[in-house]
């Protein structure tokens, strides 16, 4: 099984800024893809930003020009430097990711998400 553990939440203030971590560990032969996803209260879960193992990115349009997601593969871990945070942008934040877990002779796909972080933005 593959976990992963985000951190970085909080509260901040309209215009400020925050960095979410997301730390991956476990049985992991390799990841495709690293992403952040967040939920705001009674809205649907939405993808924020994800990053594959090559480094190709791609964002939803509310938070181009903002949002900066990154990696660190020999760390097995994602960022996301959010700027110009808006109060839009409050929701409880998850971190998601893909590839595959086990060993060379015996590989599976995995798909694991993190418990959240809750990113909070006053006016």
């Known amino acids: 099984q593959v976990q992963l553990v985000e951190s970085g939440g909080g509260l901040v203030q309209t215009g400020g800024s925050l960095r979410l971590s997301c730390a991956a560990s476990?049985?992991?032969?390799?990841?495709?893809?690293m992403g952040w996803h967040r939920q705001a209260p009674g809205k649907q879960r939405e993808l924020v930003a994800v990053i594959t193992s090559k480094g190709i990115t791609n964002y939803a349009d509310s938070v181009k020009g903002r949002f900066t997601i990154s990696r660190d593969n020999a760390k097995n871990t994602a960022y996301l430097q959010m700027n110009s945070l808006k109060p839009e942008d409050t929701a409880v934040y998850y971190c998601n990711s893909q590839g595959s877990s086990g060993t060379v002779l015996s590989r599976r796909p995995y798909d694991s998400w993190g418990r959240g972080t809750q990113v909070t933005v006053s006016s």
């Open positions: 476990g049985n992991i032969f390799s990841i495709n893809a």
